[in-house]
């Protein structure tokens, strides 16, 4: 059974860190491209960040970069989102998203609130 789940969320205040989880089981994670994304109510999901499948290339939308860091672990079937700088809208629900041809898994996601 494919799973994929995310971890590591909550309430920050703006310029704090958080680090964001996802563990992946049930598919051959070093096999796939992963990516984070985030959505708030009434807005599209967006692209946050993405690592290829042996993590030597990764890619970062221009509202985060320099802000956040994406990694992982292929030993431990592992993605993870380092933010820090963290803005109020950085505030959304944070979903990761594996992928490798025509196959697609996405997480549950994890809320992510940065306010004072």
Do not use: H
């Amino acid at each position: 059974q494919v799973q994929l789940v995310e971890s590591g969320g909550g309430l920050v205040q703006p310029g704090g860190s958080l680090r964001l989880s996802c563990a992946a089981s049930g598919f051959s994670f070093s096999r796939f491209a992963m990516s984070w994304y985030r959505q708030t109510p009434g807005k599209e999901r967006e692209l946050v960040a993405t690592i290829t499948s042996a993590g030597g290339s990764t890619n970062y939308a221009d509202s985060v970069k320099g802000r956040f860091t994406i990694s992982r672990d292929n030993a431990k079937n592992t993605v993870y989102l380092q933010m820090n700088s963290l803005k109020p809208e950085d505030t959304a629900v944070y979903y990761c998203k594996a992928i490798s041809g025509f196959r697609v898994y996405w997480g549950q996601g994890t809320q992510v609130t940065v306010s004072s």
